[in-house]
């Protein structure tokens, strides 16, 4: 089993409902769903969103340790969770990243990125040690002198500074499509661009390697309950 700490948006928003759409997945009911773009084949070009779900990593996935279990996960974050207030994440724009698309704050990202440090740090008690083989596969990527110990400290790379707040989209496309795939998502998703708020976090979990996550709690952030 695999655990995660992401954000999901209110899975009764609009924008829950297009990043489902894009992806074909909802990992909330854990059902397939139409695709919203026409003229693409969209179930290709989603596959590794789709194994994921519409998200932002806040922990990245890891492998619960053997001294801990999924009752302690869940405690632990729901902890967390009554502790912090929630945060502005403002507007969103669809953007390129390498070759993929993703969904980012169009403003400063410095209190997401600081949350999502504290999640790192908060949470890291209970993530295995990587395997040599998780090792090896991670170490594939072109990763600078910062993201590789930030991997050997953290079991990720893309962690502290190196962390850039996004929702992905698509896979890593084509150059001939690339361009028009976002063309044609920036049209659908500008009838619902509206600012939004992290009000909760949900922990996501994947029970084979070859399985989707699925989302087993949210969290409200402040709350006393």
């Known amino acids: 089993m695999r655990y995660a700490i992401y954000y999901l948006p209110p899975s009764d928003s609009a924008l829950w409902r297009f990043g489902c759409s894009v992806i074909g997945y909802d ?32 922990k990245a996935p890891f492998y619960l340790c ?21 945060l502005d994440m403002g507007y969103l724009e669809l953007k390129r990243i390498g070759g993929f698309i993703a969904l980012t704050p169009k403003s400063n990202q410095s209190s997401l990125c ?52 996004h929702m ?22 500008q009838p619902i661009d509206i600012a939004h708020r992290i009000e909760e976090i949900s922990l996501c979990a994947q029970s084979q390697p070859n399985e989707r996550f699925r989302e087993i709690m949210r969290f409200t952030l402040g709350s006393q309950t």
């Open 27 to 58: 990992s909330v009911s854990g059902q397939q769903v139409a695709h919203c773009l026409r003229g693409f084949d969209m179930q290709t070009l989603t596959s590794e969103p789709a194994r994921y779900g519409f998200h932002a990593t806040l």
């Open 66 to 86: 053997e001294a801990l279990s999924e009752g302690d996960l869940i405690t632990s974050v729901a902890a967390f969770a009554r502790n912090q207030t929630p």
């Open 114 to 165: 600081e949350f999502a440090g504290l999640c790192v740090q908060t949470f890291d008690v209970f993530r295995n040690p990587m395997t040599e083989d998780e090792r090896r596969r991670r170490m594939m990527a072109d990763l600078s002198p910062r993201q590789h110990s930030y991997l050997e400290l953290w079991g990720y790379p893309y962690v502290m500074e190196e962390f850039r707040f």
């Open 168 to 189: 992905t989209l698509t896979d890593s496309l084509p150059e001939d499509i690339l361009e028009p795939v976002t063309q044609v998502l920036r049209q659908i998703y």
